[in-house]
């Protein structure tokens, strides 16, 4: 099973602080991995859920453990073809990430195979066998996730 903390949050989602790199790397060092986003705009690479708010560099990005979420069709373009794992989504169930994980949108049926994403906003909820069940869990919850 696969622990994967949602733009750095652990234990509940925090907007000022998600996707910032030193956010990134506290749930990376605390053993889980972590789903970020990121863009590249201005020949620079960035981190920010709706726009690029934190300027980070190439480097950062092959820090072990992350989920690299292309923002832009440009950082897609940039990350295509390197050992990164990468992926671009926005509101179909299902994506797949250059590792070959499928990643699941909320509310999307779950298996042995796909990562549960977001769990803690579907209704009805995902029982626990499911989530027992899933190749991993991204989460703004995962610490307690991790924990159950």
């Not at 863009?39 to 990005?61: A, C, I, M, R, V």
């Not at 072990?64 to 923002?71: M, N, R, S, T, V």
């Not at 509101?91 to 909320?106: E, Q």
Request: include cysteine.
């Amino acid at each position: 099973m696969k622990y994967i903390s949602h733009r750095g949050n652990l234990m509940g989602p925090f907007p000022l602080l998600e996707n910032r790199p030193d956010y990134i790397l506290n749930a990376l060092n605390s053993d889980f991995e972590c789903e970020c986003d990121v863009w590249f705009k201005d020949d620079k690479w960035w981190l920010g859920h709706d726009s690029p708010q934190y300027e980070t560099n190439y480097n950062f990005l092959f820090t072990p453990g992350l989920w690299i979420h292309a923002k832009n069709i440009e950082a897609l373009e940039k990350l295509h073809g390197t050992e990164l794992n990468y992926f671009w989504h926005e509101n179909d169930k299902y994506t797949l990430t250059s590792h070959g994980y499928i990643w699941a949108y909320p509310g999307s049926p779950i298996s042995d195979k796909t990562i549960c994403v977001m769990p803690e906003n579907v209704v009805p909820q995902y029982t626990q066998e499911e989530k027992i069940n899933a190749r991993g869990i991204c989460s703004d919850y995962v610490l307690i996730e991790k924990l159950k």
